[in-house]
T-cell receptor
């Protein structure tokens, strides 16, 4: 069966520091992959999605970037974090039948 | 554009009470509809789905019926438990773009013993 993992689970970073969140999917090939952000007490905002290696689509202009160096690996990055980047980041992959499956999430606090 | 509207929370119920969380949507064509649940500190888990009008999705005692005429997908459960305390998200996936998924803002449910 397919599984999806994210790490780190929790991260506290100072303003201006870099960021790297990783997501890997197992048990499937060529998945569509997604990064969402969930601000405290709010819904989900789609940040990036990828339909294949090296293919990244950005949904909103921001301080973050994404990369897909391997088929089942999706990375969220920033060169310099802002306070507003704090939130709960969720990686997801899309099943051909339509469901989104989410990872455990990464909680980022920028101080 | 496509969107999902959920009732605002928090919803507080006693154990064994009946639950309804309202969800209405705006969409072009015939979207697929979903309910997700998020427990504290965790990612979202798929609870149930429906892909066409009049379909009923069900799982773990929860049910929701795809109502095209009222553009609704209300979540119901006959008898809630303390363990059902979580945030519930209604979502839709439009038929014209596989990479789009629209979520409601979430409804927090608190169940008291």
């Amino acid at each position: 069966s397919q599984t999806i993992h994210q790490w780190p689970a929790t991260l506290v970073q100072p303003v201006g520091s870099p960021l790297s969140l990783e997501c890997t999917v197992e048990g499937t090939s060529n998945p569509n992959l997604y990064w969402y952000r969930q601000a405290a007490g709010r819904g989900l905002q789609l940040l990036f999605y990828s339909v294949g290696i090296g293919q990244i689509s950005s949904e909103v202009p921001q301080n973050l970037s994404a990369s897909r160096p391997q088929d089942r690996q999706f990375i969220l990055s920033s060169k310099k974090l802002l306070l507003s980047d704090s939130g709960f980041y969720l990686c997801a992959w899309r099943e051909n039948t339509g469901e989104l499956f989410f990872g455990e999430g990464s909680r980022l606090t920028v101080l | 554009g496509d969107s999902v509207t959920q009732m605002e929370g928090p919803v507080t119920l006693s154990e064994e009470a009946f639950l309804t969380i309202n969800c209405t949507y705006t969409a072009t064509g015939y979207p697929s509809l979903f309910w997700y649940v998020q427990y504290p500190g965790e990612g979202l888990q798929l609870l149930l789905k429906a892909t066409k009008a009049d379909d009923k999705g069900s799982n773990k005692g929860f049910e929701a019926t795809y109502r095209k005429e009222t553009t609704s997908f209300h979540l119901e459960k006959g008898s809630v438990q303390v363990s059902d305390s979580a945030v519930y998200f209604c979502a839709l996936s439009p038929p014209y773009n596989f990479n789009k998924f629209y979520f409601g803002s979430g409804t927090k449910l608190n169940v008291k013993p």
